[in-house]
């Protein structure tokens, strides 16, 4: 089965296609950084046209790389169907949902963050077989921060979740406050590669039982911090340090709690802060220490992209459990869900 995969929830387009015995065929994207940056944020209206003017070209170049004349060897379609900013998605529907129906295939619509947590498995099909339920799971983005034990495939608890600001979004805006281009993320964390931690952050809710969390107490202090201090590059690397450490080890307490508590030994970060290359050692560090086994996406598939959906997609139109009202290609219906809950998975 080959499936062709559409990621439009929010700024960054990305189409794959994904054979379930070769693996990832083709993976293209672009991204919209430049044109928010301007704005130090997301412009949605601007994201949903953007993502208009890239999609078809994406789709026909992915077509191209596997030599595709689609209709014999496309199985499948599947599209980012929520959560996420409606314009964008909807966007991504339209254009799955016409294409299926024109190819008369197919057409599923897949939870993003669903996908992030899969992501580890793209380059590996094999991996599922490695995994073993239940195991935990973080998925840490720029819209979401949540903590989640995955019971089975499509069986998800969340056990814990962000209150307010999710990790990358207050990433994204320490950032802004250092002077960094949107979305700041990444930047932050080169800057920090020269920093110490001159400044004690607090690790929010960590003396509280639980596996929620809350970051906008954090942005505070080091808000306060930024404005009172000299903007000299190393205090501006020192603060990057000490902010990106407090958030680390706030996610990192909290997950051997949940492992602990669950008694399990695997765990999955994913996502666009998954990214981060001192999250990734000190995770690794962790998992070692507790003799437990972790996975994370290879860097490219650790922010948005379509072969996670592809390969999402995949799992769900291969599986008997996915029979949604997406999966019918006679149904011309573009449902997408700004909120969409990953536990509803599990009621389908
Ligand atoms: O998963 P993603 O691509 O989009 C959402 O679903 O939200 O995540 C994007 C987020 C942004 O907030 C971005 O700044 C953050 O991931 N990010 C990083 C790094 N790379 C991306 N945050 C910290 N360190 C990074 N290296
Ligand atoms: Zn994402």
């Known amino acids: 089965m080959r499936v062709l995969g559409i990621e439009t929830s ?104 669903e996908a992030h947590l899969l992501a580890p498995m793209i380059e590996n099909i094999n991996i599922t077989k490695i995994i073993k339920f239940p195991f935990i799971s973080l998925l840490v983005s720029g819209g979401h921060t949540q903590l989640v034990l995955v019971k089975s495939m499509g069986e998800y608890k969340i056990l814990g979740e962000s209150l307010d600001d999710a990790v990358g979004e207050v990433f994204d805006k320490i950032a802004v406050l250092l002077g960094l281009k949107y979305p700041g993320g990444e930047l932050l964390s080169k800057i920090a590669q020269t920093g110490s931690e001159r400044y004690k952050f607090p690790r929010p809710m960590v003396n509280k039982p639980g596996f929620n969390f809350s970051f906008s107490g954090l942005k505070t202090a080091v808000a306060r911090v930024i404005m009172s201090s000299s903007n000299d590059q190393q205090t501006r690397a020192d603060i990057a340090y000490s902010f990106q450490s407090a958030v680390i080890e706030t996610l990192i307490i909290k997950c051997r709690r949940a492992i602990s508590q669950n008694r399990v030994k695997q765990l999955v970060v994913s996502g666009g802060v998954s990214a981060n290359t001192v999250l990734r050692s000190n995770f690794e560090k962790m998992m070692h220490s507790i003799k437990g086994r972790l996975f994370i996406p290879k860097l490219e598939f650790c922010v948005d992209n379509g072969a996670m959906i592809a390969y999402t997609g995949l799992m769900r139109l291969q599986s008997e459990l996915y029979t949604n009202n997406n999966s019918n290609n006679g149904n011309l219906s573009i449902i997408v869900k700004p909120r969409w809950s990953l536990e509803s998975l599990s009621k389908i």
């Open 10 to 113: 929010c700024d960054d387009t990305g189409v794959a296609i994904y054979d379930y015995n070769r693996g990832l065929l083709a993976n293209y994207k672009y991204s919209q950084g430049i044109l928010h940056s301007k704005y130090g944020g997301i412009v949605p209206e601007l994201a949903a046209r953007e993502h208009v003017n890239r999609i078809i070209s994406l789709i026909l170049s992915a077509l191209r790389k596997v030599n595709s004349n689609h209709k014999n060897s496309i199985n499948g379609i599947a599209y980012t169907a929520g959560p996420g900013l409606i314009g964008s998605l909807l966007v991504g529907a339209t254009v799955a949902r016409a294409l299926a129906y024109a190819w008369k295939i197919p057409a599923i619509g897949v939870h993003h963050m």
